[in-house]
């Protein structure tokens, strides 16, 4: 047992390792100068205000929009936020509080890429997911451009609940049940689009460990999973759904960068390399880059996994030929 302990601990700090370099700007008491990051501040200031006049969770938040009131969280998941507000009640400054989301946002992603790269494909594998996952250049336009804590959040989840879900179907055990019911919870409580994007994948992705594992699968315990994340999320979207009506959802495409016509990218935007952030800008322009160095790690995969996998001639027995 204490063996085993300690070979994930050790683990766990070599993966932090790997990822410090990526988090290095954000290990300061000031934050970067990005497009929502000051609203953040707002909002895990009210919470702070609700909880202390006993409010666990309010969907108004009294304070803000000029004092006169703003249901922000009748409509957007609050965990993200709840990690902000944990970090800054232990007596560190606000500003660092925030960076801390996306610093643990970052290492999670390396922790959690090389748990479903070592289950798929072994430990080497495993290390270079969780490299190329906390060094993508979408990591960084979150935590450093847009200030997007709360999709960076969710962009951890996303390998956990692979993860979990794996192991749920292919072992039905207790504690993947737990896992998986969690970490969808979770995601369903911190981003409400990467909530929408990634169900969808997700589906797609347990229709195919199906058709791998055929009927090996416990997949009543899958459904169950989902149907419960689902559930114990119905205070937050069911009323969202059912009150949409009194928002002006048709108004946030008024603005270029709200509307989903002008995000398409060309292939050249898309390949092109990531360029420096310079987090003293104010509103810096936005620019989204796949990056050069997924692209090779992907291009090599494909040619290493259609080599290992195509069929080899078997050698003639001798005196054929």
């Not at 300690?6 to 790997?18: A, E, R, T």
């Not at 049940?177 to 994007?197: D, P, V």
Request: proline letters at 7%; hydrophobic letters at 55%.
């Amino acid at each position: 047992m204490t063996r085993a302990i300690g070979h994930w601990l050790l683990l766990i700090l070599s993966l932090v390792v790997l990822a410090t370099p990526a988090v290095v700007p954000l290990l300061r008491a000031e934050s970067p100068c990005t497009h929502d990051g000051d609203f953040h501040y707002f909002r895990v200031v009210a919470m702070r205000s609700a909880l202390e006049q006993g409010l666990l969770f309010t969907r108004w938040l009294p304070d803000l929009a000029f004092g006169y009131g703003y249901p922000f969280f009748n409509y957007r998941a609050p965990l993200s936020y709840y990690l902000a507000l944990g970090l800054w009640l232990t007596g560190m400054p606000l500003p660092l509080a925030l960076n801390l989301v996306y610093v643990l946002s970052i290492l999670g992603c390396a922790v959690g890429a090389y748990l479903l790269a070592r289950d798929l494909f072994g430990p080497t594998a495993g290390f270079v997911a969780a490299a190329a996952y906390a060094y993508a250049p979408y990591q960084f336009l979150d935590a450093l451009l847009r200030g997007n804590a709360p999709e960076s959040v969710a962009l951890a989840l996303f390998p956990f609940i692979l993860w979990a879900f794996r192991r749920l179907a292919l072992e039905g055990r207790r504690q993947w049940f737990l896992a998986a019911t969690l970490f969808l919870t979770a995601l369903y409580l911190t981003h409400n689009i990467s909530s929408l994007t990634f169900t969808p994948f997700l589906l797609a992705y347990l229709l195919l460990l199906g058709w791998v594992y055929r009927r090996r699968g416990r997949w009543g315990w899958v459904a169950l999973a989902m149907g419960l994340a689902l559930g114990l999320t119905t205070f937050l979207w069911l009323p969202a759904l059912a009150e949409k009506g009194f928002v002006q959802l048709h108004m946030s495409r008024v603005t270029r960068n709200n509307d989903f016509h002008y995000n398409f990218l060309s292939l050249a935007e898309i390949f092109a390399p990531p360029a420096p952030f310079d987090t003293s800008l104010m509103n810096p322009p936005m620019e989204v880059h796949l990056g050069l160095a997924l692209v090779a790690l992907a291009g090599v995969g494909l040619v290493a996994g259609w080599i290992m996998t195509r069929p080899h001639p078997s050698p003639l027995p001798a005196g054929e030929g």
